[in-house]
């Protein structure tokens, strides 16, 4: 039996889209919201005694490793489930994606590979017992940098512009005869 649709001529399920896309934005939010603690907490903490600093490296590393690491994680497997469900064939031509994942790419790995490195060398500068506000700063720099750039493209995935492309013009369906010729 064939599926009825509903009043608004949609398909009676959505497939696996609605489960993939809930957890993708969360795991987003996660991300930004991570990146956002991370910047606020760096640029605004003022530690003095060593206990204040080892108290904010830990809150530095939890955040990190519990919020940030598994909000990309969570937005790369779901965004390229997302792409498997849909067939990468038809959404890697699209433009807007193509932009997207050429940005979001190294935002994130340079994201990575620089705040793990601050959060670890004032890990190892605490250590030292010489723990250095430049490093907080830096760290605040670069989250705060990251943070405006993901968003960037979050607005880039959320309005899909065109970017000049014409999917009409360039992947022509099946040709329909015209009223009154012949087929």
């Not at 919201?33 to 530690?47: E, F, N, Q």
């Not at 939890?62 to 067939?87: D, T």
């Not at 880039?156 to 512009?161: A, D, V």
Request: aromatic fraction near 6%; glycine fraction near 12%; avoid cysteine.
């Amino acid at each position: 039996m064939a599926a009825v649709p509903n009043i608004h001529g949609r398909k009676p399920s959505r497939g696996l889209r609605p489960w993939l896309l809930v957890p993708k934005v969360l795991s987003v939010a996660a991300l930004l919201g991570g990146l956002g603690a991370l910047t606020a907490i760096a640029a605004t903490s003022r530690p003095t005694t060593p206990g204040q600093w080892r108290l904010l490296e830990a809150a530095l590393t939890h955040i990190y490793r519990g919020v940030v690491l598994p909000g990309v994680l969570g937005a790369l497997v779901f965004g390229l489930l997302l792409l498997w469900h849909h067939g990468p064939g038809l959404m890697l031509r699209q433009r807007w994606l193509q932009v997207k994942l050429a940005l979001a790419a190294p935002i994130i790995l340079f994201l990575h590979l620089e705040s793990r490195g601050l959060i670890l060398a004032l890990r190892h500068q605490i250590a030292s017992g010489t723990p250095q506000s430049t490093t907080l700063h830096h760290l605040a720099w670069v989250s705060g940098i990251g943070l405006g750039l993901l968003v960037l493209v979050l607005i880039l995935g959320r309005i899909k512009p065109r970017l000049g492309q014409n999917w009409a013009r360039a992947y022509p369906g099946p040709s329909r005869p015209t009223p009154g010729s012949q087929p």
